[in-house]
T-cell receptor
Framework: DAGITQSPRHKVTETGTPVTLRCHQT?????MYWYRQDPGHGLRLIHY???????DKGEVSDGYSVSRSKTEDFLLTLESATSSQTSVYFC???????????FGPGTRLTVL | QKEVEQDPGPLSVPEGAIVSLNCTYS??????FMWYRQYSRKGPELLMY????GNKEDGRFTAQVDKSSKYISLFIRDSQPSDSATYLC????????????FGQGTRLTINP
C-alpha cells in the first residue's frame, strides 16, 4: 500500500458524534486525498490537499472537514456523523498533480 | 449521466479464459486513463496507466483506449483465480489528479 497507513481500520459510532480518521504516509508525497467508496457510486473525492495547510473540496465535501499540519498526516473529520456517512474511506497520495494516485488500505466506518 | 460508466457485473469466467472489461466516458477532455485492481477489503492498486489512444501491454494485461468512441478496455489473457477482484477504470484530463473520475468497478471472479 505504497507506505500509507490509515487509522482506525474499523470504527462503529453513533449518529451525532464527531469522528476523525487519520492517514499517514512515509513517501513524502505532496498531494493527499480522501475518498469514500459506496456501492453503485464507486470512489468519490471528498477533500484533497496540495501541501501543508493547503486543502480544497472535492465532489462530496458536505459534512466533512480536513486538516494537514504535517506533510505525512492528513486528517478527515466528520463533525457530526450521520448514517449516510457509513462508508469505506480511502486515503490516497501522489507526488504531484500529474502523478498517479496510490491508495491506502481503507477505513470501514459504520454510523448507527 | 456519470462521466465514466462501468458495468458493475458481476462477471464470472473459467480459469484460462480471456477477460474483457470495459468502460465508456463522456468527457472529451479526458487524456489519461487508468485501471485499478481492488481485492476484497483492500485498497485499489494501480494496474495500468495509459495516455491518449492506443494499446499498452504488461504481461497478461492489455489496456486499450479508443478516444473516437470514448471506450476504455482492459484485457486479461490466461486468467487466473488470483485475478478475481474488482476492477476500476478511471480517467482525467490535464487538470490534475484531483479531477480523477472513477467508474463504479466491475467485480470479476475466475473459477478454477
Amino acid at each position: 500500500d505504497a507506505g500509507i497507513t490509515q487509522s482506525p481500520r474499523h470504527k462503529v459510532t453513533e449518529t451525532g458524534t464527531p469522528v476523525t480518521l487519520r492517514c499517514h504516509q512515509t513517501e513524502n508525497h505532496r498531494y493527499m486525498y480522501w475518498y469514500r467508496q459506496d456501492p453503485g457510486h464507486g470512489l468519490r473525492l471528498i477533500h484533497y490537499s496540495y501541501g501543508v495547510k493547503d486543502t480544497d473540496k472535492g465532489e462530496v465535501s458536505d459534512g466533512y472537514s480536513v486538516s494537514r499540519s504535517k506533510t505525512e498526516d492528513f486528517l478527515l473529520t466528520l463533525e457530526s456523523a450521520t448514517s449516510s456517512q457509513t462508508s469505506v474511506y480511502f486515503c490516497a497520495i501522489s507526488a504531484s498533480e500529474a502523478d498517479t494516485q496510490y491508495f491506502g488500505p481503507g477505513t470501514r466506518l459504520t454510523v448507527l | 449521466q456519470k462521466e465514466v460508466e462501468q458495468d458493475p457485473g458481476p462477471l464470472s469466467v473459467p480459469e484460462g479464459a480471456i477477460v474483457s472489461l470495459n468502460c465508456t466516458y463522456s468527457n472529451s477532455a479526458f487524456q489519461y486513463f487508468m485501471w485499478y485492481r481492488q481485492y476484497s477489503r483492500k485498497g485499489p492498486e494501480l494496474l495500468m496507466y495509459t495516455y491518449s489512444s492506443g494499446n499498452k501491454e504488461d504481461g497478461r494485461f492489455t489496456a486499450q483506449v479508443d478516444k473516437s468512441s470514448k471506450y476504455i478496455s482492459l484485457f486479461i489473457r490466461d486468467s487466473q483465480p488470483s485475478d478475481s477482484a474488482t476492477y476500476l477504470c478511471a480517467a482525467r484530463g490535464i487538470q490534475g489528479a484531483q479531477k480523477l473520475v472513477f467508474g463504479q468497478g466491475t467485480r470479476l471472479t475466475i473459477n478454477p
